[in-house]
């Protein structure tokens, strides 16, 4: 029987799996009722988890990516959501300017803590008194301008208070490469966009 | 009068929600009780300590009946498979512990995590037993595994062994992590596996092979190393149970990796670290005085290193012992060398291995299982011929391609028992772990003559 902690990770990488097959098949699914689509979006989940010669899927795609973020489920969870018409759009100003910051967060981060110099800003994540308060003035801003963010901010340390997951960094349930490389990657969509 | 202030209360609460919004109100009310969780939680971490000063020897060391001359053996004779990577622990009762890695070649599906126990007093090994196996460690971590490498062993402060062994799900040695197993009973028993996340991108290539140190606290420093885009050293701090509490950088970009601790006392330890650079060749070092709260910028020592790995222990009174393929290319000679300057200059104190004469000449596959064999009985005098032929057989069949044939000495490990004896394990030609015992009598004796001798 699986831990908690390795409870959370599968089901996190069966729910993050799944949510991306019903957006990216939107439209071909669109003449389903959302009813049906949220259905579809339980039966991937569930053959994601369900043992396939006594190994589940979800437990190859685990290996290999590891636990998605917090951040990562609750806007896969958001986008969802809004594709099923139970959440209204974002506005797209915010968005645009949420992704900006999550991106120059990943291009400063990842480099430095892969090595690139001696400092290292993940060490902050194992419960740095002054990373917390910077957490906590972001969410309070964010409160007053965006409280969905202030919300994503909120879960991703209480899971981490809790330990949700196996990681005893915060930094792994506020963020993880593939919703920075997903922020870049639209960025870059939008500048194309704009340019034509 | 209480009643009227606790309405006044509410309805002023009432009319800040309506304009602020329930929304915004829930969340700020969420926002404040999550973070006032999680400054408790970050004020409850273990402040920094000063690490554990190593043990002080046991009586016996001192017995004028003690033994005086190195002796050295292989920890299993069972010939055929790959062996690499071995690391020791000191038992609870004074035994000795190995682990290692076997399997039909490094990387592959069927390599397994191996250990046997040596008996001090009777000085011979026990039979080898699996320890921990691929599809084991998939099922306990719920990921896919794809291959096993390095094991590290610790006794932790209340006596538990603790071993720590890299993992491997996508790609080489670059896509590694490390995972976990406990034994309350001296390694016949473990716990299930469980992973160590260590890195955030995508918890890839935390590696292990220098020897975990302690804290005054009991919690442990594990030195860690990664080898993806960079090859960097670093010190993990972990708890009683295992769960990571701090990570210190001790080398960037692709200098070095694989680096070794040791501890002097309470505030002074000396890291050596494997050069990661091509051209570089030489051991990396840096040193700490404030118990590893800053690390001086990681320099080349004198010591020469062909990107292979090095061991070390450090004795009460100061002294650096290491053990490392001195040279620039290649692992076919490995020395025991010492510094009494906290590793600025560095003497040899023996050469455990030397097989360079053969690097100008191409050795027929006959020339090398007769020297493989005369250097199988140089280490054990008592091997039959059957077992020399199989031990000759087995480095064969590692070490040569159809050009050449090679000798690896690589990948020691070394640590100083109770008893003040130091033991050295290292990598014998791809197929069996040779086990080397410098007794407590012949360091202070060599230590004394080597005083005069020529540094590197």
Request: charged letters at 20%; aromatic letters at 10%; glycine letters at 6%.
């Amino acid at each position: 029987m699986p831990s908690f902690t390795d409870l959370t990770g599968l089901f996190g990488i069966a729910w993050g799996i799944a949510a991306l097959c019903l957006l990216c098949g939107q439209s071909a699914l669109s003449p389903w009722s959302p009813a049906r689509r949220l259905s579809l979006l339980g039966l991937v989940c569930t053959l994601l988890l369900a043992p396939m010669n006594g190994v589940p899927i979800a437990v190859y795609v685990r290996g290999m990516v590891g636990d998605l973020s917090i951040t990562t489920l609750l806007a896969l969870a958001y986008a969802t959501g809004r594709s099923l018409g139970y959440f209204p759009p974002l506005d797209t100003q915010r968005r645009k300017v949420s992704l900006q910051l999550l991106a120059v967060i990943a291009c400063v981060f990842y480099p430095l803590a892969l090595g690139m110099t001696l400092y290292d800003p993940y060490r902050w994540g194992y419960g740095e008194p002054w990373f917390l308060l910077l957490l906590f003035c972001l969410a309070l801003i964010c409160v007053l301008r965006w409280p969905l963010v202030a919300l994503s901010i909120n879960l991703a340390v209480l899971a981490w208070v809790v330990g949700w997951y196996e990681s005893s960094n915060l930094w792994d349930y506020l963020l993880d490469p593939m919703l920075s490389i997903y922020a870049l990657f639209a960025l870059v969509r939008w500048s194309k966009a704009s340019a034509r | 009068m209480t009643r009227r202030l606790a309405s006044s209360f509410v309805a002023a609460w009432s009319v800040w929600i309506r304009q602020f919004g329930l929304w915004r109100a829930g969340v700020l009310l969420l926002t404040l009780s999550v973070f006032a969780v999680a400054f408790l939680k970050a004020f409850d971490r273990p402040p920094s300590v000063d690490f554990q000063s190593p043990a002080p020897l046991v009586q016996s060391a001192h017995d004028a009946d003690s033994p005086t001359a190195v002796r050295t053996r292989f920890v299993s004779l069972a010939a055929g498979p790959h062996r690499h990577a071995a690391s020791l622990v000191e038992l609870k009762d004074g035994r000795l512990r190995a682990f290692w890695f076997s399997g039909s070649r490094e990387g592959a599906a069927d390599v397994e995590i191996r250990s046997a126990v040596f008996d001090p007093l009777q000085a011979r090994w026990g039979g080898e037993q699996t320890v921990v196996d691929r599809m084991q460690t998939q099922r306990a971590v719920w990921r896919y595994v794809k291959k096993l490498g390095n094991p590290v062993a610790e006794r932790t402060a209340d006596g538990m062994l603790r071993l720590f062994y890299v993992t491997v799900s996508l790609g080489g040695w670059a896509g590694s992590s490390i995972t976990t197993i406990t034994s309350a009973d001296n390694g016949e028993h473990w716990t299930a596996p469980r992973r160590l996340v260590t890195s955030p991108f995508l918890n890839l290539s935390t590696l292990v092979k220098g020897a975990p140190f302690h804290y005054v606290d009991g919690t442990t420093g594990l030195p860690i190393y990664h080898e993806f885009i960079g090859k960097f050293g670093e010190v993990l701090r972990l708890d009683a149970h295992g769960v990571v509490l701090d990570k210190q950088r001790l080398s960037a970009g692709r200098s070095s990796l694989q680096p070794i601790v040791l501890i002097k006392n309470g505030k002074h330890a000396q890291v050596l670290m494997r050069h990661g650079e091509d051209g570089r060749n030489r051991v990396i070092g840096t040193r700490t005085e404030d118990a590893g709260r800053h690390w001086t910028l990681p320099s080349e020592t004198i010591l020469a290193n062909p990107n292979a790995a090095v061991a070390g222990v450090a004795l009460p009174d100061d002294t650096l012992l290491a053990a490392l393929n001195d040279i620039e290319t290649d692992r076919d000679a490995l020395s025991l060398v010492t510094s009494s300057d906290g590793g600025t200059h560095w003497r040899t104190l023996s050469v455990l291995e030397d097989q360079r004469i053969w690097r100008e000449r191409e050795l027929t596959a006959t020339e090398y299982v007769a020297s493989v064999k005369k250097q199988a009985l140089m280490t054990d005098t008592r091997l039959h011929d059957s077992e020399t032929d199989a031990i000759a057989e087995s480095a064969k069949q590692h070490m040569c391609t159809t050009q050449r044939c090679n000798f690896e000495f690589s990948y020691p490990y070394m640590i100083r028992s109770t008893s003040g004896d130091v033991h050295l394990l290292y990598t014998w030609n791809r197929s069996l772990i040779k086990h080397v015992v410098f007794p407590y009598a012949w360091l202070a004796q060599r230590l004394k003559e080597s005083r005069n001798a020529e540094l590197h």
